[in-house]
């Protein structure tokens, strides 16, 4: 059976933990800051887990 490739956007776009913990960034954050209070900002740089039916997509999108 040939090896089966992972989805490389999803690579970029998730990290695993140690722990096998999917995380993601938060959405919104690239550009226009001017216009977002101080506390939204630094929210948005701290990541969010991925749980649910969308975690098991993700695993197995990568092989994991």
Not at 1 to 8: D, L, N
């Amino acid at each position: 059976m040939p090896k089966m490739k992972i989805s490389k956007t999803v690579r970029d776009r998730f990290k695993v933990t140690a722990n096998g913990k999917i995380l993601r960034r938060k959405p919104g954050q690239r550009h226009l800051k001017a216009s977002k209070r101080a506390t939204s900002v630094r929210r948005g740089k701290e990541p969010i887990q991925v749980t649910g039916p969308l975690e098991k997509k993700i695993k197995s999108l990568l092989g994991i």
